[in-house]
């Protein structure tokens, strides 16, 4: 990492990295960024190899391409082998990593401490520098490895928000019930949004 990229202050709306890994859900990931650069946050985003296939399977559209369509700069997108990115340092100032859809891949080697590529190199620093870190894990059924896997990463001070989108709201689109699972992750990131109508 450079000297130039740990000195730079932190933008008013504050900095969120987003990572999309190859779970199903790939829409909460893109809507996530989306949310967050409407907000006014500095958003840094990468996604795993298989996240990337996952973004284009689901959505009709390769993930390079969202971003140039969110217009976000070109030095926030990170590629998720190098080892190297500014993300990848706890000297990085970050204020919250969502991993949005999370596998139970990704989950499992950041639960175990194993770092195969960025996404889980940032998992580890959010954790090391007692950071949030939000999983939003995407599985069903979930096998005893995969709750174990979670238990540790809540134990470790991680917030687990499965995608699991609510119905008191009535729904009635696909994009409603994104809109759902986002508003959510924003909650815990404190950023304000109209997402979705609150109860009440
Ligand atoms: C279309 C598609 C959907 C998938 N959905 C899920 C899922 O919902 N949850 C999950 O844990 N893995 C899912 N997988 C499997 C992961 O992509 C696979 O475990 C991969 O190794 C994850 O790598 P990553 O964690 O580096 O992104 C899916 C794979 C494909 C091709």
Redesign the pocket.
Known sequence: MNAESAQRPKPAGGRRLVC??????AMYGIRTIQALLESGCEVHAV?????E??VA??TGKPFSVWMNDFAISQDHIHN?RDLAAPIASGSFPLDATVIV???????G?IASGVC??L??RAALVSLKESRPLIIV????PLSLI?LRNLTTLAETGASILPASPAFYHSPATIDDMVNFVVGKILDHLHVEHRLFRRWG
């Open positions: 999309i890994t190859g779970a199903s859900g996604a795993s190899e298989w996240g296939r996952v399977e689901e998720c859809p999370c596998s139970m891949n990704s989950a080697a195969q590529n996404i889980h894990s995407r599985e069903s995969d």
